[in-house]
């Protein structure tokens, strides 16, 4: 309390209409980070050395998953649609693991893992069509091919915290009663 009170007062009122979204704001640098290292490590680059301490830690975690249960990517940042169901997005990765099962895996940096986490997935699971290859520049156009989606055997949720990442396996025998929540 005393600190905002010493401050000019366009300064105080920045100060607190901004905390109630500093964990979110760090969450979504954290988010930004563990993208950006994605992709440095599958184009075999080092991590961007612009990372704040926490958004490094963020990056290390996500490399040793990706050594550990990434056996071969088969695509990132892969959008998936369904025009029977009226929806797109994008899932993180897509990729099979060592058993060489077919994996979603989304990334999340938020405070705690959610339910509506797994409902996310079960949609990129359940769509039906899929946009592969690579965007063109700024994002604003696609050099990718349409192609009919086949729905993953695994979804993982890996949440991704600057002191470890814990993967979240979304339970099959849920995979229908998550897709009638999301419906």
Same mark, same amino acid.
């Given at each position: 309390?005393?600190?905002?009170?010493?401050?000019?007062?366009?300064?105080?009122?920045?100060?607190?209409?901004? +905390?109630?979204?500093?964990?979110? *704001?760090?969450?979504?640098?954290?988010?930004?980070?563990?993208?950006?290292? $994605?992709? =440095? !490590? #599958? +184009?075999?680059?080092?991590?961007? *050395?612009?990372?704040?301490?926490?958004?490094?830690?963020?990056?290390?975690? $996500?490399? =040793? !998953? #990706?050594?550990?249960?990434?056996?071969?990517?088969?695509?990132?940042?892969?959008?998936?649609?369904?025009?029977?169901?009226?929806? =797109?997005?994008?899932?993180?990765?897509?990729?099979?693991?060592?058993?060489?099962?077919?994996?979603?895996?989304?990334?999340?940096?938020?405070?705690?893992?959610?339910?509506?986490?797994?409902?996310?997935?079960?949609?990129?699971?359940?769509?039906?069509?899929?946009?592969?290859?690579?965007?063109?520049?700024?994002?604003?156009?696609?050099?990718?091919?349409?192609?009919?989606?086949?729905?993953?055997?695994?979804?993982?949720?890996?949440?991704?915290?600057?002191?470890?990442?814990?993967?979240?396996?979304?339970?099959?025998?849920?995979?229908?009663?998550?897709?009638?929540?999301?419906?």
């Amino acid at each position: 309390r005393g600190a905002w009170e010493q401050l000019p007062r366009p300064d105080a009122v920045k100060l607190l209409t901004s +905390s109630p979204f500093a964990e979110r *704001d760090r969450a979504g640098d954290r988010g930004t980070a563990i993208h950006a290292a $994605v992709q =440095a !490590y #599958l +184009s075999d680059k080092p991590i961007a *050395d612009t990372l704040s301490g926490e958004e490094l830690d963020c990056a290390i975690q $996500v490399e =040793a !998953y #990706l050594r550990q249960c990434v056996k071969s990517v088969l695509g990132v940042e892969v959008t998936v649609f369904s025009p029977e169901h009226g929806y =797109a997005g994008t899932l993180d990765l897509w990729h099979q693991n060592e058993s060489k099962a077919i994996c979603i895996t989304d990334w999340k940096s938020a405070k705690s893992v959610y339910p509506e986490f797994a409902v996310q997935q079960i949609a990129y699971r359940n769509a039906e069509w899929a946009v592969i290859g690579d965007h063109g520049p700024e994002q604003k156009s696609w050099k990718g091919k349409l192609v009919k989606w086949t729905p993953a055997g695994v979804l993982h949720i890996v949440h991704v915290r600057p002191d470890g990442a814990t993967v979240h396996a979304v339970d099959s025998d849920q995979y229908d009663r998550l897709w009638e929540v999301f419906l």
